[in-house]
């Protein structure tokens, strides 16, 4: 059985130069080809790591359709917060009908 590496983990700084480098290698059309591979190439990262954090500058600027970084973290949010919110109705659905059960349960004096 061969173990994945963890996914290396990149500074922000790197992140943000490399996306420069790549989106403005993209915009001058003698330079356009290849461009995420040089500047990945050039830089030491993952070429699909380099087009993914492309497209999602573009998305997040708006030249791409897609679900925004802040968008990812908001549904992300709420979807945590929908569970949290599921759990505690059914830990009250459950206690509900416990003291409905007991307040139906004949007591003797």
Known sequence: MRVMPAPRK???ELRERAIRMAVDARRNPTTRDG???????QL??????LRNWVTQAEIDDGTRPG????QAHKIAE?????RELKRANAILKSASAFFAAELDRPHSR
């Open 10 to 12: 990149y500074p922000p």
């Open 78 to 82: 709420l979807e945590r917060e929908n």
């Open 35 to 41: 461009a995420i591979a040089r500047v990945a190439d």
């Open 44 to 49: 030491g990262i993952n070429r699909e790591t």
């Open 67 to 70: 679900t925004t970084t802040d």
